[in-house]
């Protein structure tokens, strides 16, 4: 098999953690960079990961036989431009952004359609850069790709087999249908989350009684409001209608609750959060997928020195291996502050029956 070799435009979190994986996984392959930041490329250059590090988008990319573009999307246009100057006929282009509808009409006027099969790998962390990126952030992720229709079968299938090689799980969408799906179960969970946390700030009292007593429900739907206000204003501007229908569908059903709610429709209100969980249920109990069932119980101990050791020390003895362990002081969704996970469902019954026999209550928890 040649030896593949891949450009990389743009070195951040994700662009440098698609590198990496590769390079672990493809040790051969060659990795050529540019980034605007030369502390970026210093450190993968360092790391053995960028093979070619460039100053420039020039015809150090002309032997690529895949591009990744993954500068930030306003960059797009200037980096398309440069890049259809330097690449070989044979070499395929691909992207990283969340919204891809801008990505393709700015290739289709760049006439590359031939030549792009567009990329977005669901995967991120809170923190930014080449510092903070790793091989296995895509493990298990899904990685959506959006070919045009000019695409050959063939060069769709290697990119697939390529993404593969990552550790992420490919899946082929128009990309049309991909700015559907990502509003419906990524974009809109932020407004909805910014609304939320603004709407608690604006009838939380002067003294913060909210703010401090906010726990487990708050914190979980809430989470993703830490996010980056400047990545999400650019997103709900680049994916505008898609967000919007749904957030209009959304408020519909948000005033059905409260129809609900006013009239005190007991069996409606029960069917509406039963029909919610069984269906939020189904996400753990699918067998592909990145979301899984956590393997995990709680279990109620004393806040005195050495009580974690004395379980650890009593799950080791019966040969229990452990996969994660610590301390929630949040009782409003735990009953218990100790969380143990275990690799497996044996384990994990069998650390519940163990526990419960030494005299301490364990729940198992999903």
């Known amino acids: ?39 970026a490329l210093a450190l993968a250059k360092n790391a053995q990961i960028a093979d070619v590090t460039a100053k420039a ?21 200037g980096n398309l431009t440069a890049v259809g100057r330097v690449m070989k006929p044979e070499c395929l282009l691909t992207d990283v952004g969340s919204v ?44 959506i790709l959006t070919p045009t229709p000019h695409v050959p079968a063939q060069k769709v299938e290697d990119c697939r087999q390529l993404v ?59 989470r993703i409001a830490s996010s980056s206000a400047l990545m999400w204003q650019q997103i709900c501007l680049s994916n505008t209608a898609n ?18 709610l006013d009239a005190k429709e007991g069996p409606a209100l029960y069917n509406q959060f039963e029909k919610a969980r ?8 699918a067998s592909s997928g990145p979301i899984k069932r956590s393997h995990s119980i709680s279990v109620d101990i004393d ?22 362990i610590g301390i929630t002081h949040n009782r409003e969704s735990d009953d218990g502050v100790l969380k143990v996970e275990f690799y497996d469902e044996a384990s994990m019954q069998k650390a519940r029956d163990i526990l419960a026999q030494s005299g301490y209550h364990a729940d198992i928890r999903i």
Do not use: W
Not at 13 to 27: F, Q, T, V
Not at 57 to 77: E, G, K, M, T
Not at 243 to 260: C, G, N, P
């Open 278 to 285: 069984l269906y939020r249920d189904s996400f753990i109990g």
């Open 164 to 222: 593969a090689k990552t550790g992420a799980i490919p899946l082929i969408l128009d990309y049309r249908r991909h700015d559907y799906v990502t509003g419906a179960i990524s974009h809109l969970p932020h407004v909805i989350a910014a609304a939320l946390v603004n709407l608690i700030q604006g009838h939380d009292s002067e003294d913060g009684i909210m703010k401090m007593v906010a726990a487990g429900g708050f914190k979980d739907i809430t």
């Open 57 to 77: 988008i020039d015809h150090s990319f002309s032997d690529c036989d895949y591009i990744f573009l993954c500068a930030p999307v306003q960059r797009n246009d």
């Open 100 to 143: 891809k509808a801008g990505i393709h009409e700015a290739v289709q006027a760049a006439n590359l359609e031939e030549r792009f099969i567009g990329g977005h790998p669901m995967a991120g962390s809170e923190r930014i850069g080449f510092a903070n990126s790793k091989a296995s952030l895509l493990e298990n992720a899904y990685y």
């Open 1 to 39: 098999m040649p030896r593949i070799t891949c450009g990389f435009i743009g070195l951040g979190l994700i662009g440098g953690s698609i590198a990496r994986a590769l390079k672990k996984n493809i040790p051969d392959i060659k990795i050529i960079a540019y980034d605007t930041s030369g502390e």
């Open 303 to 324: 806040d005195k020195s050495g009580a974690l050791a004395r379980i650890a020390a009593l799950l080791a003895e019966h040969g229990l291996s452990i996969k994660n």
């Open 243 to 260: 967000i919007s229908a749904l957030l209009s569908d959304y408020i519909e059903a948000l005033k059905t609750f409260q129809r609900q």
